[in-house]
Structures are given as C-alpha cells and as structure tokens.
C-alpha cells in the first residue's frame, strides 16, 4: 500500500505497532544472561526431560499390567514371556523390534510432551516458579 492511500487509521496502527516492537527490543537489551538464570533452565529442563522420560517409562508398564490381566504375577508372566521371546529371536528380528520399540517409544514422548509444553515453555519464558535473586 502506498503512503499517499493510507488511511490515518492504519497509519496510527503501524505507529503502535512500531511503539511495540522498540519496547520490547529495549526490554531485550536490559535482560542479562545470569549463571543462576542459565543453571535453574538446564536443572529445570532436566526435571522436565526426566520427567516425560518417566511417563514414557510408565506407558509401557502400564501395557504390560493390561496385558497381565492387572496383576502383578501377570506383569511379570507377560515381561518374562518377551524376554524370552527376544533372546530366541535372530538378530535381524532383534534389530527390527527394537527399532520399533524405539519408534513407538519415540510416539509416546512426543505426545507427552505436546501434553506438556506449557511446562516446558515456563522454564524459558519466566513462569512464576523461577528463582528469585535479590540483592
């Protein structure tokens, strides 16, 4: 659009939207990169990883109490009976398992953690349980 057609209504729009952008670069400049600051997001994205990692874990034990009727002898009946299964097998069978029990493993994590991005995303953009330094 040419500056001869616009109208003073999106001339005013571009001059907020031009007030926003310099404020939130001037926001940007005073943010310091802290040690405090860069360790609490490495421990908190570490609880976060261990944490989806875990639910993984827990789909699968899950699976197999379903398929051990709920039970624990069960549990291990089924979790005995793969182990088994698994050492009999050749190894070109081996390799294809274990590709997919990565790939559905792989599934699992990226729909948890869909689930919980919104933690994920309050480690990096300051959510409130952060650390609070004062001097």
Avoid at 39 to 55: D, P, R, V
Avoid at 60 to 69: D, E, K, Q
Avoid at 73 to 87: I, P, V
Avoid at 117 to 131: E, Q
């Amino acid at each position: 659009m040419s500056p001869e057609l616009a109208s003073p209504r999106s001339a005013a729009v571009d001059r907020g939207y031009e007030r926003a952008l310099h404020q939130q670069r001037l926001a940007a400049r005073e943010q310091k990169l802290s040690i405090p600051g860069v360790l609490y997001a490495l421990l908190a994205m570490s609880g976060w990883l261990a944490t989806t990692a875990l639910i993984v874990g827990g789909v699968f034990v899950a699976l197999f109490v379903a398929a051990g009727n709920g039970t624990l002898a069960g549990f291990f009946e089924q979790f005995d009976l793969l182990a088994r299964h698994y050492l009999a097998a050749e190894p070109l069978r081996r390799a294809a398992f274990d590709g997919q029990l990565l790939i559905a493993a792989a599934i699992v994590f990226a729909v948890t953690a869909f689930f919980r991005r919104k933690a994920l995303m309050a480690i990096f953009l300051g959510g409130t349980d952060g650390p609070t330094i004062t001097n």
